[in-house]
């Protein structure tokens, strides 16, 4: 049992209630950068607009797939274990990101220095 402003809460409420903040939060915070992810595949990763659009074709339908497999974890190893490791993998393509911009940005000055 939990003591919190609105009284004493289960378990079984707390967390859920906690993981609904937490999305809520993280939403209001990443809102605006999903927008400019577009912007970050055509200028810094030079990817073409049809394989971009692909790319956002594409996304939906393995969110669709993931979330129904991440369902069906969830009633074996638990919502509140299975979210936990959800958020875990989503940030890896965050890294993944990060990582292709270091790696354009030092590709890109190795070759202007070679001019």
Known sequence: MHN??????????FIPLVVACTDI???FSAGMSVRYFLIFFMR?????????????IIAPFGQIVLAQYAQKAGKIYGRSQTTVFIKMV????????????????????E?????
């Open 4 to 13: 919190c402003w609105c009284g004493t809460m289960s378990d079984a409420h």
């Open 25 to 27: 939060a993280t939403s």
């Open 44 to 56: 810094t990763l030079r990817l073409p607009p049809t394989q971009v659009q692909i790319l956002y």
């Open 90 to 109: 989503g940030v890896a393509p965050f890294f993944a990101m990060i990582f292709s911009y270091i790696l354009v940005v030092c590709c890109m000055t």
């Open 111 to 115: 070759t202007s220095e070679r001019r």
